[in-house]
C-alpha cells in the first residue's frame, strides 16, 4: 500500500499567491464592472526588450532548420550564456567565477525550491521573518520544519529570524544556530538591504558556525546605493559558505520566459564532498536543461545593447516605486523599501491586519496587493505593494489609495 | 553545522548519459578527424514543423508588446494546451480527463523524477529492468532504494521486474508486492509494448494490492499496433490507481524546447486525500510553469496541420527503426523492439558485455549506442540504437555496423 509524503498536509492553506489569485477571481466574478489593478504578485508588466525578442526570432528559426536545429541542452547549460554570466555578473564586479560552476536552470523559484534536494532532511534551516514563502513551505515539504503552529504562526523547528521595523528590516544573527540561512538582497517583500559589511558578517558567522548560506539576489539588478553588494561572493570567504541564486525575471523581465541560474562554488566542500558534484548530479537527472530559446534570449541581455534596454526597464519600475514611495508617505503611510528594489513595505493603517489591509484595499480602491503576514508572522500588521505595474495603472492605484 | 543528503554519496557513477558524453567527448579529441554518428541517446534531429515554428515566432511577437506580454503562466499551465491535451490525447480515445487533472511541466525527465516528492520516503518502488535510470536514481537520491550492491548491480531496497527475451521483454507481476510501480511503454529502453488486456492485469494489480502506478508514456505516438494503449486510462479502473507522464520530445521534437505534461485523476486518493491537490501544491509552489512561447508551440501540434506534420515526423523515424531491424538482422543480430517504438533492442555478438559493445562500435565503427547495462542489470549483454538520427546517418552507420 503506498504511503504519501505527509509533511505535505502539514502546510496551512494553499501557497499565497495562489489564495491571493482565488480571492481576486471571486471578486472579480462578483463584480465583472471594476477594473482592478494589481500590485500584488510580482509580475512583470513591460514587454520584452527588443534584443530579447530579436534573440527569439533568430533562435526559433535555428529550430526551423535540421542543421541548426538543437535538441537536449548541455547538462549545466549552454556555455554561451555560462560565459556571459560569469563574465558579466562577476567577472564585471570582481567576482572570479568558473562557468562549471553555474548552472542554468528555469527560474530562481525552481531552484530556490530544489536546492534543498541536496541536503540532508535533518538540517535546521533559518529564515528571515517575513520571507518568501517558498524557503519555509519547500523545506516543510521535505520534512525540515516541525509542525506548524497555528497560534503563532510559526514552524516548530525553524529559526525565524525577525525583520520589523525594529531591526531596520534586517534579520539579526540568531541566538541558535541553524544549518542552512536563507537569505534574500534585496528582500523580497520588504525591499530592504543590508551593506557589504553587514552581509560579511554573515559570512563570517556561516564559515564560523559551519553554515551554509542560501542566497536570494533575484533582485540585484534594482541596487542603485554603492555599498550594496550585488553578489554575495563580493564577501570575502564567501565562496566557501555561499550558494547563490539569480533570475532572469525581475531585470529582463521573464517571469513568463522563464530562466534562473544557480553558483555553487567548488570551494564548498563538506567532508570533501563538493556540493557542485552534487547539484550536478540532481541538474542532470532530474532536469532537462532550460529551452534552447529560451537560453538564447537570456544571453543577449548581455549584450550592450541589451544592458542598456533592460537598464531601463529597471529604470521604469524604479521610477514607479519612487511614486509610490512618495504619494504614500504624502498620504501619511509609514513606508519602507522602494530604493533598491521593486516592492515597498508599508505600514497597514489604524492598526488592521495585513488581510483586513488587504481587502479594504481590494474591496474600496480595486487594487491588489500583497498582505504581510502571508511572508510571515512577522509580517503581520505589514502589507506590500509592487512597482512593477504600468506607470499609468500605478498612478491610478495610487489616486484610489489616497482616497480610501 | 549543515549536512548533505547523503543517499547521493551511494550512487554509482554518474548519470547513464553524461557518461556516454563524456566517452564521447574524449574519443572525438583523441580523434578528431573522425566522423561519429550517435544513435545513442535519445535525441531527435528533425528540425521542428512548421506549425510549431508558425507558433513560436506568434508567441514571441506577443511578449514584444505590453498588451499582449504575458507574465506568470498559470499554475497548472495554460488552459488552451490543456484543453487541447485533453481533447486529442484522451477524449477522443475515449477517456475522459478534466482539464485540472493535466499539469503542464517543462518536461517528462522533471515529472518522472519530481514525482516522488509527493510520496513518503518509505515507499517500496518496482521498476523493470533494464529501465530508464531518472525512475532509480531519483528515489535512490530520496533515500528509497536502501543501499547499491555492486556485485549485483542492483539497489537492495528495489523490486527488479526483469525484461528479457525470457519474458519476451515484459514485466511479470513481482512475488513481493510493491507500493510504487513504474511502467513506460512503448519501453525505453528495449521498444517493447505490452496489449491493453495485459495492461489491464496491472491496473487490477495494483487496485488490489493498493500500490500506485507511474505510467510513463512518453513514446505513445510511436505505437503502430491496434492492441496496443496509448494511455493506461483505455484500462478500467486506471484513474484510481495510475499515474500518467507524457513528453513532447519524442512526438513534437521538443527535446531541446522542453515541454511535458502530467495527468492526476481525482479519483487517486489516499486516506481521501487526493494526489492531485498534492502535485497541485508541489507545481505551485516548487516550479512556475513552462515558458508561454513554449506552451503555445505545444498547442500548434493539435491543430490538423499539427497533426499531420508532427505524424510525418514520427513517421520518418520509424522507417529508420525499420530499416535498422532489417539490416542488423540481415547482419545476423538478435533484434527486438522498432515497430510501436524508435528504439531497437539488440543482443551483443560474440558474448561481449555491454560497455565491450559501445567501445568497439565507438572505436571500430565511430558509431555510439547506450549499453544495455546502463539501464539496469538485465540489460547486460543488451545494446541499444535509436531511431532518431537522419535517415542518411543511420543508413551509414548500419553500414558499418555490418562491416564491423
Chains 1, 2 share one sequence.
Not at 462578483?30 to 520584452?48: F, Q
Amino acid at each position: 500500500m503506498y504511503k504519501i509524503n505527509e509533511n505535505y498536509l502539514k502546510l496551512p492553506g494553499s501557497y499565497l499567491f495562489s489564495t491571493i489569485g482565488k480571492k481576486v477571481g471571486e471578486y472579480k466574478t462578483a463584480n465583472p464592472d471594476k477594473d482592478i489593478i494589481s500590485l500584488g504578485i510580482g509580475d512583470v508588466t513591460l514587454a520584452l526588450a527588443p534584443v530579447v525578442i530579436q534573440a527569439l526570432h533568430g533562435a526559433v528559426d535555428e529550430m526551423a532548420n535540421a542543421e541548426t536545429f538543437k535538441g537536449y541542452a548541455p547538462d549545466l547549460g549552454y556555455e554561451f550564456l555560462r560565459s556571459a554570466i560569469a563574465k558579466n555578473d562577476y567577472k564585471a564586479r570582481g567576482v572570479d567565477i568558473d562557468i562549471d560552476e553555474i548552472f542554468i536552470s528555469d527560474g530562481a523559484k525552481s531552484d530556490s525550491g530544489n536546492i534543498g534536494d541536496i541536503f540532508s532532511n535533518d538540517n535546521k534551516i533559518a529564515v528571515c521573518d517575513p520571507v518568501y514563502p517558498v524557503y519555509v513551505d519547500t523545506n516543510a515539504m521535505a520534512g525540515r520544519t516541525g509542525d506548524y503552529v497555528e497560534s503563532t504562526g510559526k514552524w516548530s523547528n525553524v529559526v525565524y529570524m525577525p525583520c520589523t521595523a525594529e531591526t531596520n528590516f534586517a534579520p539579526e544573527i540568531p541566538k541558535e544556530t541553524p544549518d542552512i540561512i536563507y537569505l534574500c538582497f534585496p528582500n523580497n517583500p520588504t525591499g530592504s538591504t543590508i551593506t557589504k559589511t553587514e552581509l560579511q558578517k554573515w559570512v563570517d558567522y556561516a564559515l564560523e558556525s559551519g553554515a551554509i548560506i542560501i542566497y536570494d539576489a533575484a533582485y540585484e539588478a534594482y541596487i542603485s546605493e554603492e555599498d550594496v553588494p550585488h553578489s554575495i561572493y563580493e564577501c570575502e570567504g564567501a565562496k566557501k559558505c555561499a550558494i547563490e541564486i539569480r533570475s532572469f525575471s525581475k531585470n529582463a523581465g521573464f517571469t513568463g520566459t522563464r530562466l534562473g541560474f544557480t553558483v555553487i562554488p567548488k570551494d564548498i566542500k563538506s567532508d570533501g564532498t563538493m556540493l557542485n558534484s552534487l547539484w550536478a548530479r540532481r541538474h542532470g537527472t532530474k532536469f532537462n536543461g532550460a529551452p534552447y530559446i529560451i537560453q538564447k534570449a537570456g544571453a543577449a541581455i548581455y549584450s550592450e545593447e541589451g544592458k542598456k534596454q533592460t537598464k531601463d526597464m529597471v529604470a521604469y519600475y524604479m521610477n514607479n516605486a519612487k511614486m509610490i514611495c512618495e504619494e504614500l508617505k504624502n498620504a501619511g503611510y509609514n513606508v519602507s523599501g522602494g530604493i533598491n528594489a521593486p516592492y515597498i513595505w508599508l505600514k497597514t493603517p489604524d492598526n488592521m491586519t495585513s488581510w483586513e489591509f488587504f481587502d479594504r484595499l481590494l474591496e474600496n480602491a480595486n487594487v491588489v496587493g500583497t498582505p504581510g503576514s502571508g511572508f510571515g508572522p512577522s509580517g503581520e500588521g505589514y502589507f506590500r505593494l509592487t512597482a512593477f505595474g504600468s506607470y499609468e495603472n500605478t498612478k491610478k492605484a495610487l489616486e484610489r489609495i489616497k482616497n480610501l
